[in-house]
């Protein structure tokens, strides 16, 4: 039996209370509970429990090998983890790690994509763009992506950075306790008679609406007339950001709109519900919204492009996005201190649109480049939206240096991300 407690964006999560639970584990001694519980889970929960090969519960030895042996095609997301880690991470965003993302570009140099603020990292000044030129001692360039993978895996190491201007630093550090900082760079830009804001949002999280409040209610202040929302990095989080979200940027012309539909498996139809734009005193209406996207651009990002797009001019600058039309619910055990995320529905938008496994495609192809921090002119996406909204074309070379691949993101900022740093194949 399941027992709804709150609900999250992916996800609903539900807490398995029953004593029928504990009967069905001493069945069977030799199934790991933990593998049992995660297959109970995924027998009812899963979107696609109706394609779950039979398998011998007995030959897994942890949840993560059962859900590798059994997983849907085209899952690329159901996971597990503890359930207090769960908690503390969706609820508040406190998580533990290094506190940067990580990627390699065109030059196969190791990049910081992201920094958070409240973490090692922030707090000794590293930067997005720096190149991290070494790890305790050994040059990134003489090691392979599994060999640096293993490094950031330690709890200490010595990094060697490389600032934008071209001078080194040095710094040893220890991984520690975070709270994410979902709003990474918040300003306006005037443009003639237009005022652009520009958002870096990168995590859904519960703690991310005050941020957003307080993002917006400076944008009101303002008086913005168009709107750069960068989700280049963002992988998802909770509904109910996402619902906060969608009402500051659409509430005052189309409160009350349905903008997104949950559709659960056909033991769980009643679980599915819509939901509609609200109006929230910080509601801006814009003339135009840019939203800047990558392969990293999933989850509760995607739902808030697909449900606006029926009612904004919005328009998507960068590359396409991952393509994660579908959500989760969290099934979680107290006792044994487990939280299975399997995908247990699909989002479809007030027009239908869903199944967008390929991600969505942008208007304006763009290369995420990193060569400066954010708000720099050197930052072709950035520059391209600008353009866009003031003169209705982009209108320049996009800028080359510092190219960040597609699939080349090794590091998610924590060890525990909001959307448990989906595996990308080097």
Known sequence: MYKIIYALLLLSVLLSVSCKKETQQTTNPTVDPLVKFTSDTFNDMYLWYNTLPKVDLTTFKTPAEYISAVHYVKDRWSFTMTYTDMQKLLQNGETTGWGLGLAFDAQKLLRVLYVYDNSAMGKAGIKRGWQIKGINGKLVSAMSVSEV????????????????????????????????????????????????????????????????????????????TDLILDLRYNGGGTLNCADSLVAILAGKTYKDKVYNTLIYNDKHTTLGFSSAIKLKSNSVQLNNLVVLTTYSTASASELVIAGLKPYLNIKLIGSATQGKPVGMNIAGDTKLNIAVIPISFKNVNSQGYTDYFDGIPVDVSVADNVSQDWGSSADGSLTAAINYISTGSVGFTPVTKSIILPGKIIYRGSDTPVENAYMISQ
């Open 149 to 224: 993978n293993t490094q950031i895996g330690n709890t200490s190491n010595t990094f060697d950075f490389i600032k934008n201007d071209g001078s080194e630093l040095v710094v040893a550090m220890t991984k520690g306790a975070i709270v994410i900082n979902s709003v990474l760079y918040s300003t306006i830009y005037p443009v003639a008679a237009k005022k652009i804001g520009y958002l870096v949002f990168n995590e859904f999280l519960g703690s991310s609406v005050k941020e957003l409040n307080t993002a917006f209610n400076t944008f009101l202040t303002g008086g913005i």
